[in-house]
DNA sequence: CACCGGTGGTGAATCGATTCAAGCCCGGGT
DNA sequence: ACCCGGGCTTGAATCGATTCACCACCGGTG
């Protein structure tokens, strides 16, 4: 017995070809009712399923869209991939979510795997800052946009957020609360996203009258919960203390947080926390959390519907966008003293 | 120009037939050593990747495991997934990770998917407690292994924790601080992990001589922050009001901690809270959270080991297999009175 | 009656990699 | 001189669905 059945076993049941059968799942209409009905009762009955891989083969790619982000342990990337999902189903294709972790090693490999896939596209948060992975991937002539990150070169579509005006925004808002001296948790520097809100971080500095040596870096080679603990750490240890701190994400926020809160440092009277993402946790944290909020669903979508433009136009008549989205900033307890 | 190089491009370039290109690749050792550096030369050279569909086509099935878990926004199922991606990784394989969102519908569809996929495997948990999407799954003869979940039939292999343990370890533990009524905030009935927590609560109750009135149940339609926010509200209506609360998991918890917080009710001094799963953010709350430790990486990667056994099991010598671990509670501020 | 258009169905070619029986070449044994 | 065996390569068959040129049939028309 055939372990699974395929279409020239359902057309031999039915007694019709097996172009009939194909016609019957995939153009209804062209086959008269009682063909159809007697086909379809066949395959119900064997259980017939239609193999991907032989219509893939056939046509060329296949009808699964590729989302490579950085961590999904940080909820923001999970709700980029909310709302990626949701466009690529709305349009009858899987998504396949990888994590890089951010080494460019793994992006590669990624990358390698996709190729041999021959997903319809890709959406990526790049974590090689140097783009060398993805001008090699281009060769393959298979469609990519950025996610959360401008494009570098005009040969692609991306979706990002202006992490200038959302650091400008933080460290604005700890400005005028009246700091004078500011900490920067980040990664280390090769992320487009970090650099650039450093910048803003700068620049709101500046029109304020105070120069970069008012930005006190405190670097960390990952971005989560632990690396933030291991910052927190870092802060308590600097003479003179700065008497707030933005980070580069939720995730070192709540863990600066948490160190502070051990060693009995009060937020935010003591240090100002400012956080960048908003994910759900940010509100719920042991003092909630001032966060620049990104519209992290809306950019998967949109992410997703330019991959879907691209990889539907036959003529070659795409037009690359790069479409740009405003972060906002939450203010909540962390960062505005108790009256 | 052809769009993009195949096994024929490369034979032809290289001089050599296709049987060979497919040597060089998935046997270099039987290729002469000149003749596979020509050929890796031209393989380089026109930047050929081999093509997954054709190889599935060929091999019956694919190079890819399916996850299908209730909901990615949950940090305890990212766990999981990372724990599966490790393990398919080690072995060369992809995951391919899906939510149900809790929908019987939902998943179906995709189990539908998978099978269209030809998977080589399937680790789910499954959101339709009658077993019908998986029974009717299983006549495609893809195996499929449980996560989370005991098995209900033997047809299969399953990696589960001992819930009944975790909700007795849970109300244990408010009993003895002198609690006499606990409030369970779960989801609706259907999760088998939702009953066996309330059913090990029961026994803790019963242990300690209390009938199971003293359980008071705040169903909730959905598993995540707001679902809690709406649970707490419902909380604190109640007449009279339990004195702490067990809640299925810890996105729950955190959003009655929320809800409990913004009403002024104090924790734990007015209302003990024990959550489920010790989510990286539970010890990050506002007030640090009581919680049952599950090992979620190790069971994302024990089943993704167990459907690696039964998918490479040729000779139909499989066992079916079901590991059951054992949770901890983790003991933190939001369950002890201050002293 | 010959011709025409349209409908419903056929079956062979095709996609790209794998696999395997068969062939070739060369050195060594008899 | 002949045969054997091993190393290396070939080329055709195969996987399953799609696609398309082609055919059979039927009612209507000139």
Redesign the interface.
């Known amino acids: 017995m055939a372990?699974?059945a395929g279409i020239k076993d359902v057309a031999r049941q039915a007694g019709v070809s097996v172009g009939t059968v194909s016609n019957v799942i995939n153009r209804p209409e062209a086959v008269l009712p009682e063909t159809r009905a007697r086909v379809l009762a066949v395959i119900e009955e064997l259980?017939y399923?239609?193999?991907?891989?032989?219509r893939?083969?056939r046509a060329?790619r296949?009808r699964i869209m590729a989302l490579l982000v950085l961590d999904?342990?940080n909820?923001f990337f999970?709700d980029v991939?909310?709302g990626a999902?949701r466009a690529a189903r709305a349009a009858g294709l899987?998504v396949?979510?990888?994590?890089s972790g951010q080494s460019p090693a793994e992006e590669a490999e990624y990358l390698?795997?996709f190729?041999?896939?021959?997903v319809c596209g890709v959406l990526v948060t790049p974590a090689d800052a140097t783009g060398r992975n993805l001008e090699a991937f281009s060769?393959?002539?298979i469609p990519f946009v950025l996610v959360d990150r401008v494009p570098s070169s005009p040969g692609h579509c991306a979706v990002s957020v202006d992490d200038v005006r959302g650091g400008s925004l933080a460290v604005s808002h700890l400005l005028s609360a009246g700091h004078r001296s500011v900490a920067y948790v980040s990664g280390l520097g090769d992320l487009h996203q970090i650099r650039d809100r450093r910048e803003g971080a700068l620049s709101a500095l500046d029109r304020a009258g105070l120069g970069p040596e008012a930005l006190v870096e405190i670097p960390s080679d990952r971005l989560d919960?632990a690396a933030g603990r291991d910052a927190g750490a870092r802060l308590l240890g600097l003479v003179p203390r700065p008497t707030a701190v933005f980070c580069a994400n939720d995730l070192l926020a709540?863990?600066v947080?948490?160190s502070l809160y051990a060693a009995g440092v009060r937020v935010p009277q003591d240090i100002a926390i400012v956080g960048y993402d908003d994910i759900?946790?940010a509100?719920?944290?042991?003092?909630?959390l001032t966060s620049v909020r990104q519209p992290a669903v809306v950019m998967g979508r949109m992410a997703a519907e330019l991959l879907l433009q691209e990889a539907d136009d036959e003529d070659g008549t795409h037009e690359h966008r790069s479409v740009v989205l405003q972060p906002e900033l939450v203010v909540r307890a962390s960062s505005t003293t108790p009256h």
Chains 1, 2 share one sequence.
């Open positions: 372990r699974v259980g399923v239609r193999s991907e891989s032989a893939q083969l060329g296949s999904m342990g909820p999970v991939a909310r999902e899987g396949m979510v990888c994590n390698g795997l190729a041999e896939q021959r060769r393959h002539h919960v709540l863990g947080l948490q759900e946790f509100a719920a944290a042991a003092v909630p």
